[in-house]
């Protein structure tokens, strides 16, 4: 079955510089959220679309923005890093309407910042 | 603020012993997910609890939701050493899906 794929799997990224994340969730599945996990702790939420459109929105930084296309992929774009984005990033895919019982994550994006 | 307390934090036992992981909180949920999570992928969701009182089994692993929803917990008989990893539960925290999570537990099973 066709899986949640994220993309590029790792990346290094010089402070101050920019790095864009994405995320093409499972066929089928109309929303999508964003996690980041550093070192050693649980994943946070950072923000969620549904239809294209933000449906909710968590500890993400200014410097971080995000969007949902037409084919329901989304993008997450970072700016100015720092070295604490230094992390993985995971996207989650669900079809509406049916809870939490139908997420799945990705294999995630390890973001490295030097 | 919603938030879900995990413990035992890190926990190592032998091949054969068994075990129980706790997830708590002061806040209700519609439900909660335990999630195992191997080093550098994505969390891989075990079960998904919903009802007070739920008691779901999958081959040696026992979840159970309370009965106030508020609090979970994962007992595993006879761990094998493939069972080591991380686990997290997860509350689902509003009508958006979004998902609040334990600190984990990181289980390690040596043979």
């Known amino acids: 079955a066709a899986g949640v794929i994220q993309s590029p799997r790792h990346l290094i990224k010089e402070k101050r510089e920019t790095a864009t994340l994405k995320c093409y969730p499972i066929?089928?599945?109309?929303?999508v959220y964003w996690y980041q996990q550093g070192p050693g702790q649980d994943p946070q939420f950072l923000i969620s679309?549904?239809?294209?459109?933000?449906?909710d929105k968590g500890s993400i930084p200014d410097r971080f923005s995000a969007q949902q296309f037409s084919d329901y992929h989304s993008e997450l774009n970072m700016s100015s890093l720092e070295l604490g984005d230094s992390a993985l990033y995971f996207c989650?895919?669900?079809?509406?309407?049916?809870?939490?019982?139908?997420?799945?994550f990705g294999s995630g994006t390890r973001l490295t910042v030097v | 603020t919603q938030l879900l307390e995990q413990s035992p934090q890190f926990l190592s036992i032998q091949e054969g012993e068994n075990l129980t992981v706790y997830c708590n909180s002061s806040?209700?949920?519609?439900?909660l997910q335990w999630y195992r999570q191997e080093p550098g992928e994505g969390p891989v969701l075990l079960v998904t609890?919903?009802?007070?009182?739920e008691v779901k089994k999958l081959k040696r692993l026992t979840f159970q939701f309370g009965d106030a929803r508020k609090d979970s917990s994962l007992h595993i008989t006879a761990a094998q050493p493939g069972d080591t990893g991380l686990y997290l539960c997860?509350?689902?925290?509003?009508?958006?899906?979004?998902?609040?999570f334990g600190q984990g537990t990181t289980l390690q099973v040596k043979p």
């Open positions: 989650a895919s669900r079809p509406s309407g049916t809870g939490v019982e139908g997420y799945t």
């Open positions: 066929p089928r599945h109309d929303t």
């Open positions: 679309f549904y239809e294209k459109m933000q449906s």
């Open positions: 806040s209700v949920f519609s439900s």
């Open positions: 609890v919903v009802t007070g009182g």
């Open positions: 997860a509350g689902g925290a509003s009508n958006t899906g979004k998902l609040i």
